[in-house]
């Protein structure tokens, strides 16, 4: 079993900043690429940012130069650094994480339960 658990939304107003972390536990064997999605009412869910078990990062043009991604791989944990917030940032937030349980079965993605962001104007 794999858990991705999130924290740090919440309510902040315009231009203001937030952390999210997300950190995966269970039986993990290694992890490839970690991200962030998010899904607004009515949205579709779309990539935020993305980062590679190497560290190559890359973002949504909405987020590119707010946002930051990073990762603790020693930690099995990622990171979303929103700054300049604004309220179309506004947003259920998730993780997302490929993950290898043992090293003869491939990777599979599994998802966080979502943390609520939500920017105020």
């Known amino acids: 079993q794999v858990q991705l658990v999130e924290s740090g939304g919440g309510l902040v107003q315009a231009g203001g900043s937030l952390k999210l972390s997300c950190a995966a536990s269970g039986n993990i064997f290694s992890i490839n690429a970690m991200g962030w999605f998010r899904q607004a009412p009515g949205k579709q869910r779309e990539l935020v940012a993305a980062?590679?078990?190497?560290?190559?990062?890359n973002y949504a043009d909405s987020v590119e130069g707010r946002f930051t991604i990073s990762r603790d791989n020693a930690k099995n944990t990622v990171y979303l650094q929103m700054n300049s917030l604004k309220p179309e940032d506004t947003a259920v937030y998730y993780c997302?994480?490929?993950?290898?349980?043992?090293?003869?079965?491939?990777?599979?993605?599994?998802w966080g339960q979502g943390t609520q962001v939500t920017v105020s104007s």
């Open positions: 997302n994480a490929n993950i290898k349980t043992t090293p003869w079965r491939r990777a599979h993605d599994y």
């Open positions: 980062i590679t078990s190497g560290g190559s990062t």
